[in-house]
């Protein structure tokens, strides 16, 4: 960024600063022709500054609108965090309990089938191994 000293401001433009560059050289800058000798431009300040005017009301007013839109989903959201986290609480106060015992209860008969199944195959086998000592002792 070019020194203080190097920069132009446009008297009734406060926001447009220039480089010394573009003084004198032909082409109207500023809204009143101040970066230009006298005579070079016209002065066009109020359709330019009202121009300016608009732009940063219609500015204004978006961001107010924006900032309102902003506000109600943030307040919809709010309250539909509200509900979830609620509903969440119940299930887990009134479904946890009950699912937790129905895992519970379905791992006891897994556990029963299991030691079922078991019991049924060494029966089984032990009848098999019972017949096969009868077997050998008629020979």
């Not at 480089?19 to 300040?45: M, T, V, W, Y």
């Not at 008969?109 to 098999?128: C, D, H, I, P, Q």
């Amino acid at each position: 960024e070019a020194p203080p000293s190097a920069q132009f401001h446009c008297p009734r433009q406060p926001n447009v600063v220039l480089p010394l560059s573009r003084i004198n050289d032909g082409i109207c800058d500023c809204c009143d022709g101040a970066d230009e000798p006298d005579g070079a431009c016209a002065d066009d300040c109020e359709q330019v500054l009202a121009a300016e005017r608009a732009a940063r009301a219609q500015a204004e007013a978006d961001f107010a609108a924006g900032s309102q839109k902003r506000a109600a989903e943030m307040a919809e959201f709010t309250d539909l965090l509200k509900e979830t986290v609620a509903e969440i609480e119940q299930l887990t106060k009134d479904e946890l309990p009950r699912l937790e015992a129905e895992v519970k209860s379905a791992d006891v008969e897994v556990r029963n089938a299991k030691l079922s199944y078991m019991n049924g195959r060494f029966a089984a086998v032990k009848a098999t191994v019972s017949d096969a000592i009868k077997d050998i002792g008629r020979v």
